[in-house]
């Protein structure tokens, strides 16, 4: 099957590229490279040995998008490609209600003219706000966002489910994100954050190589194990696997279907105990302190993951330990090539 991989030079999307061939799938890349660069397409090809078709382009162009659909004979789309800064979505919301809202709908209506029934889309356990019980099953009701960026992928998941109650002859499916972290393990590819990382892992791994001066966590006084927030950080392998299966499953669904999983690995792990960890598999010491909490922050959150076991066939081979090892040699790789 040829699949068309939306931000597929991302973090998510280049690591599932990898996944899709190791597979028997066929990629082909869009990315606009807004937040990422094109020497991931070099890092793919040093891991499958060929080059992925790539086109610097964006998905809310129709046309753009429709020839290269018809071009590669498409049968399936990965939809990774959106904005994800929390903090910018709260400065920015037109923007990002702009490219989140609007790509997805440019990409639906190209699927409609096209014939292109399978797509996978990016969503977020954000859709869960703060919510009242952990673990939260795909049953746990949606909260209102505490962004704008959380919103648009609320509002995709609506936009999506709408679409299906149509009776659009499509078949779709919503993976709603834990904590992605860790890198390939070549150390060919991982992420690749632009200035000033928001989120944790980067920070920590630019952090012990010397290139901040020092973390900060953001609060201690939470009512969770130690006082820090508690997060489910999933191998970003692990993640990239979970959208082939996503794929095998639409292949076999012959009717209009929707549906919407967990990924995660079910478990919760502390901001301190993530810093403990990474400090002891790499056998060093991170400058950290402890700071005052960050706005929009949720307490805690992890995700029961059953229902992605059962249906999908899928869970989680790595463990915390190796996906922070491999987040610090991809760190160490970085600097190796002056990054
Ligand atoms: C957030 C979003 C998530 C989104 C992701 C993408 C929410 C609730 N979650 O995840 O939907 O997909 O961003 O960017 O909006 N931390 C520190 N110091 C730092 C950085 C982070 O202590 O310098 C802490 C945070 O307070 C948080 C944890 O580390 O408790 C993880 O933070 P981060 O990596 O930014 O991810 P989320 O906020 O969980």
Redesign the pocket.
Known sequence: MNVLVTGGAGFIGSHTVVELVNAGFSPVIIDNLNNSSESVLTGLKNIIGFDVPFYKADCNDFEVVKDIIVKHKIEGIIHFAAY???GESVEKPIKYYKNNIGSLVNILEVMQVTKVKNLVFSS???VY?QPDHIPVTEDTPKKKA??P??NT?AIAEDILEDVIKSGEQMSIISLR?F?PIGAHPSAEIGELPNGV?????P?VTQTAIGKRNK?????SDYNTVDG????DFIHVVDLAKAHVSALNLLKGKETAFYDVFNLGTGTGNS?LE?IKTFEEVNNLKLNYEI?P??S???EK?YGDVEKASKILNWKTEKSLEESLKDAWTWELKLKNNNN
């Not at 973390?215 to 609060?219: A, C, H, I, N, Q």
């Not at 820090?228 to 997060?231: F, L």
Request: aromatic content about 10%; some cysteine; proline content about 3%.
């Open positions: 994800k800064a929390v977020s356990c954000t706000g505490e962004s960026y959380g992928k994100y904590n990382p928001s989120n944790l892992i920070f973390l900060v966590v953001f609060g820090s927030n508690v997060r901001v993530i700071g909490r960050r929009g922050d949720v959150i």
